[in-house]
């Protein structure tokens, strides 16, 4: 069965933790995606990659990092510069740019 | 600036149509996606729009209008599991995919 995972499904820490949220797919696409979505809120894009060992910042890249050194893995930290951090983190994947996008279950973080 | 802009809630009676609209002000225009969202989940792709016109899929139909700027979204014979937010999306001439808020459909009997 071919899809995206993001684990866990919740996750809680205390302000001033880095937090690393996982991404892995195995539908062999070469972009991936991360967002973040609050309450009544669109999709803010965080980072992108469109290939292995590159990636670009989003809207809303500052207190986030990635990496890309696997084609199937995007994995984003959360850094304690993250002023609110509390969110639903989404992971998506896609063939191409141009076509549509794939999402993973979620991460809901809580940091308090 | 770019924007898309969709109503914030609609509601809609069981076996009922409606009509979920989006418009949009982008740079550029490489194509319009609509997704389901429901409540808590990921979001999961409904329609394809690149060129004007009506795409039908089952009791989910998307239409475009490039030189309006303009899509909407027609949802017919209404059921309970419809109750979700649809979100429009828009790629632009970056091929960045630029999102609305969403709409959330309230489905009552």
């Known amino acids: 069965d071919g899809g995206i995972t993001q684990s866990p499904k919740y996750l809680f820490r205390k302000e001033g933790q880095n937090v690393t949220l996982s991404c892995e797919q195995n539908?062999?696409?070469?972009?991936m995606y991360w967002y973040r979505q609050d309450p009544g809120q669109g999709l803010r894009l965080i980072y992108y990659?469109?290939?292995?060992?590159?990636?670009q910042k989003g809207d809303i890249a500052e207190g986030y990092s990635v990496s890309r050194e696997k084609k199937e893995s995007f994995p984003l930290t959360v850094t304690s510069a993250q002023k609110n951090p509390t969110a639903f983190y989404l992971c998506?994947?896609?063939?191409?740019?141009?076509?549509?996008?794939?999402f993973g279950p979620g991460t809901r973080l809580t940091v308090t | 600036g770019q924007n898309i802009d969709q109503p914030t809630e609609m509601t809609a009676t069981e076996g009922a149509i409606v009509q979920i609209n989006c418009t949009y002000q982008?740079?550029?225009?490489?194509?319009l996606f609509w997704y389901q969202q429901h409540a808590g989940e990921a979001p999961t792709f409904l329609s394809y729009?690149?060129l004007d016109g009506l795409e039908e899929k089952g009791r989910f139909s998307s239409f475009l209008s490039r030189s309006k700027g303009y899509s909407y979204l027609l949802l017919k014979e209404l059921q309970m599991k419809d109750s979700a937010s649809y979100l429009c999306?828009?790629?632009?001439?970056?091929?960045?995919?630029?999102w609305g808020a969403g709409t959330k459909l309230i489905i009552k009997p």
């Open positions: 998506a994947s896609s063939s191409d740019v141009t076509y549509e996008q794939y």
């Open positions: 539908l062999n696409h070469d972009a």
């Open positions: 990659s469109q290939i292995v060992n590159d990636f």
């Open positions: 982008t740079s550029g225009f490489n194509g």
């Open positions: 729009n690149v």
């Open positions: 999306a828009v790629t632009d001439s970056n091929y960045q995919l630029i």
